[in-house]
């Protein structure tokens, strides 16, 4: 890199460094104005003073951080290349680069790798450093918020693999049931799907929402409707006792996402969040190149609708990414296709955009 390069570097960390920290505060402190009541109440249940609080608090925030970091890295980014086009246009720096022959692509590519890099640190973050701190979000989380009893993504592998996606002990209701019974030969496999599940207490037996039992018949496989679940062991305190994998799968690692795929066929969550830890690291390179073009003016008045029209394309993708997520773990959509949507469209528009920025 030349020097001028490494002076647009030195803009653009900067201006990231800001706006990460900027982004981080705002999150950490939205989050303790609107849980403090219960975390108060969840400490006054553990015993907990105000100074052990306080430190607890410390830990999970320090904890909850390369979550953080996974989740604003791209929109710290955008910021962070917005902010140096704007630094170097106001400080009249653009045009004597332009004329002494470099143009605007070559002005603005530190700012690309720049993207890159932090892609590859949200890559690195999700592989080795949120994994370890995952188990020990869910369990703060547990202890600060008593009320907050709804358990995701159980597994129960007594007599067949259940997987459940929500449970809440205090109804004893379990959302997205399915359970796969193997038996001596592959034909005698069956499995049982539900929208939801309620326990039963007259019956001690989980009564199925929009049930359906599965069974292979040859060389098709046929479904008929399934009211109970016909597990009369797996009771509301084994399925809470029992169960693991209880941590999101935005917080395992890629190598973990890969192991859950295999084991855990049924879970679309699991290999929508696989794919977007290859899709969002994208999102700073993605980003840029939409905003980017829209930053670099050289019109007089021009200023508040490029960047008005940067702050919708953003937030276009963020819909579309937020859609596409929700539609692929309700198994709406496929969950690859969910996952890499919002890339290939956006990412499209972007290289345009990018392509036709004026030099």
Not at 9 to 24: H, S
Not at 86 to 106: D, K, T, W, Y
Not at 341 to 350: E, K, R
Request: charged share 15%.
């Amino acid at each position: 890199m030349t020097l001028l390069d490494r002076y647009i570097a030195r803009i653009v960390a900067g201006a990231f460094g800001a706006a990460m920290l900027f982004f981080l505060f705002i999150t950490i402190v939205v989050d303790l104005l609107n849980n403090l009541s219960r975390y108060i109440e969840g400490a006054a249940t553990q015993g907990l003073g105000g100074i052990d609080l306080a430190i607890y608090l410390g830990r999970f925030y320090l904890n909850l951080v390369p979550v953080l970091f996974t989740t604003v890295t791209p929109f710290a980014m955008v910021i962070a290349g917005m902010f140096a086009v704007a630094r170097l246009q106001n400080a009249n720096e653009v045009v004597p680069m332009l004329f002494v022959g470099r143009s605007i692509h070559r002005v603005l590519l530190p700012m690309l790798l720049a993207s890159l890099l932090a892609g590859a640190a949200m890559a690195a973050c999700w592989q080795w450093v949120v994994p370890r701190v995952g188990s020990s979000i869910v369990t703060s989380e547990n202890l600060l918020k008593p009320n907050s009893v709804s358990l995701k993504y159980l597994v129960n592998e007594s007599r067949g693999s259940m997987y459940v996606r929500e449970y809440d002990p205090l109804t004893t209701t379990m959302k997205g049931v399915n359970l796969l019974v193997e038996g001596a030969l592959p034909a005698d496999a069956t499995l049982t799907k539900a929208e939801g599940a309620a326990w039963d207490a007259s019956q001690h037996d989980w009564r199925l929402s929009n049930g359906w039992l599965h069974r292979r018949v040859g060389s098709t496989i046929h479904a008929t409707p399934q009211q109970w679940l016909e597990r009369p062991d797996l009771t509301p305190a084994i399925v809470l006792q029992q169960s693991r994998d209880t941590i999101e799968p935005e917080m395992l690692s890629y190598t973990d996402l890969l192991d859950l795929t295999v084991s855990r066929p049924t879970r679309a969550d699991v290999r929508l969040a696989l794919h977007r830890h290859i899709t969002f690291p994208l999102a700073n390179l993605i980003l840029l190149l939409l905003a980017l073009p829209l930053a670099v003016f050289y019109e007089r008045g021009s200023r508040i609708e490029r960047l008005l029209m940067a702050i919708a394309l953003c937030g276009g993708y963020m819909l579309l990414d937020l859609t596409c997520q929700s539609l692929g773990q309700q198994g709406q959509l496929h969950p690859i296709v969910a996952a890499w949507t919002p890339t290939i469209v956006f990412g499209a528009l972007g290289i345009v955009l990018f392509g036709s920025t004026k030099t």
